[in-house]
């Protein structure tokens, strides 16, 4: 079976990203490395203060991840083909009965995924000697299961770097790596990333550091405590190849990035600072877990703090660009389940025109605890759903799969069904496939429902079909205007007729036979997509108006 190239979670997944809790003293400089320039951090030309990097702690870990089988079970590490992986995958492989690979796996049922590996070595000096250089947070030991875990895996850790000569390995890399970070600073220089945060929140940072993880797939903000303020993160991971090589995004993509990811390091502390206030209010995070906990904020003071910050950027899109781009990024935030973000987006025009009495976020942020306590006082209602399609697959355990049982090409038919297998085991394991027959019968309402299959052959689709305001013809679609040709492909997010809250996300096309591999057309952050064969012809939002959905 040919392996599936899938587009539709790029756009969600580049939005993974875990904000460290920990406030460890340990800065950039204070680790003694033989490397050269090209991966060492290098400052750019917009701030001396804000470096790029490939960093071989976070390399080193990267290749343990790997032989521990951390990308299968958890996702954590990319699926792109390039020379790089490769390297690792030859050099490597032979040490992956190493007992720091098999102490790795075993930390993982701890809960030490996500953002606590990254953390844990960055408290560390550079391979090959490791030195612990600060004492672990008590975060990042409860998520190893304690202290000794965390010592017993750094000496394996070293001892795997010798017995590997990883440095000499990594050092091997620095032509390519250079290939990775050089157009990345040459984008951050046209930028103002520090001076805009610095202006922001009313205050400075020690450091910013920009960590390009090449093997990586998901994005982290850790910080760790210096003499003044902190030495900040945004660990990076590439969303796709570009012209063979690990691409790490545009101007755009790395200022939206980067504002997130530092502005943790203003907003984290603040709300630890107010916890016992903040906890009162907790009362608001049961009607949002599901989508948080599906986004891997796991707790109530995550999900604050994710609020703020993503109230920050939103602000910062209205203030440097336009308030339609704010009020975009604002809507785009409410659709991913952060539905008390408005209340704080609106609170912080305030604080913006009022700077002379709050000189500082820090200033202001008591502020911030009065829209908790009347969100809690006065919940808001509901958020219905209203797109995009990658918003249909947000909570990915809460997937049903629906394919055909009637189409006219019975070997076409069997083709729907092992596509949708191999969807089901690559992006939603262990969730239900359902016929259309069997989903006639069922109550999907609690669920995002992904249907697949033609108009002919998939019963569901054919009674869904009315509520939508598009038509097919033998060769044509007639979706607010008239596409011909052969092979016409329709993808498509709309809310679920049995529950507005929930959307559905419909794969068709006029021949069963293009069904499988539609998932390979770019989709995911418009509501709709209409395509001939491999050709987009449009992509683009439905008009909503009174909860009416028009082209």
């Known amino acids: 079976m040919k392996k599936v190239i899938i ?13 460290s809790a920990s406030d460890e003293s340990v800065s950039p400089a204070s680790s003694s490395s033989p490397l050269s320039a090209s991966s060492a951090a ?55 009965n190493h007992q720091a690979v098999q102490f790795f796996a075993r930390l993982t049922d701890y809960g030490f995924t996500y953002d606590a590996p990254p953390l844990f070595v960055l408290h560390l000096s550079y391979p090959p000697e490791l030195k612990i250089e ?23 850790l070293r001892d795997f770097a010798r017995r590997t000569n990883f440095m000499a390995f990594f050092q091997a890399q620095q032509d390519y790596f250079a290939r990775l970070t050089e157009p990345v600073r040459s984008i951050l220089a046209k930028l103002r990333l520090v001076e805009t945060l610095e202006e922001y929140f009313g205050q400075q940072q020690s450091s910013y550091n920009i960590i390009l993880a090449p093997l990586f797939w998901g994005n982290y903000g850790p910080r760790l405590k210096a003499d003044q303020g902190y030495d900040i993160y945004n660990i990076v991971s590439p969303i796709r190849l570009k012209q063979g090589l690990p691409y790490f995004g545009d101007g755009v993509y790395f200022q939206s990035l980067a504002w997130h990811e530092f502005s943790h390091s203003f907003v984290n502390p603040l709300a630890e600072k107010y916890q016992d206030e903040l906890k009162k209010y907790a009362t608001l995070y049961p009607p949002i877990e599901k989508k948080m906990k599906a986004q891997a904020y796991t707790s109530w003071l995550i999900a604050v703090n994710e609020h703020v910050v993503r109230a920050v950027t939103s602000r910062l899109a209205a203030r440097l660009y336009s308030p339609q781009l704010g009020e975009q990024a604002l809507k785009a935030e409410e659709r991913k389940g952060f539905i008390y973000i408005r209340p704080l987006y609106e609170k912080l025009e305030f604080y913006e025109t009022h700077r002379d009495q709050y000189p500082s976020f820090a ?57 949708v297998k191999q969807i089901q085991r690559q992006f939603f394991p262990g969730r239900p496939i359902m016929t259309d027959e069997e989903a006639l019968q069922q109550d999907l309402s609690p669920y995002a429902v992904v249907i697949y299959g033609t108009l002919e052959g998939n019963r569901l689709l054919a009674r869904l079909l009315p509520q939508l305001p598009v038509r097919f013809g033998k060769q044509r679609i007639m979706a607010g205007q008239v596409f011909e040709g052969d092979h016409l492909r329709f993808i498509t997010a709309w809310p679920n007729p049995d529950n507005p809250e929930q959307g559905i996300l419909i794969y068709t096309a006029q021949q069963a036979g293009d069904i499988p591999g539609i998932n390979t057309l770019f989709h995911g952050p418009t509501d709709y997509v209409i395509a001939q064969g491999k050709k987009i012809l449009k992509a683009a939002d439905y008009r909503k108006e009174k909860g009416v959905w028009k082209f």
């Open 42 to 96: 290098a400052s750019t030309a917009s701030s001396p203060r804000l470096k790029v990097s490939v960093d071989p702690r976070l390399e080193l870990l990267a290749v343990v991840q790997y032989l521990s089988g951390y990308r299968e079970k958890f996702g954590l590490l990319n699926k792109f083909q390039f020379s790089y992986w490769e390297k690792i995958k030859e050099k490597f492989t032979p040490y992956k």
């Open 363 to 419: 200033d202001f942020y008591p502020e911030l605890l009065k829209v908790w306590a009347e969100l809690a006082e006065h919940p808001p209602e509901k958020i219905l759903f209203t797109g995009p399609i990658n918003a249909v697959v947000m909570d990915r355990a809460n997937v049903v799969l629906v394919v055909p049982t009637h189409e006219k090409d019975p070997a076409a038919q069997q083709k729907i069904h092992q596509y």
């Open 7 to 19: 587009f539709l979670f790029i756009p969600f997944l580049l939005l993974i990203s875990c904000q």
């Open 134 to 156: 600060h004492p672990f947070s008590p975060e990042v030991k409860v998520r190893a299961g304690g202290e000794k875990n965390l010592k017993k895996f750094t000496s394996l």
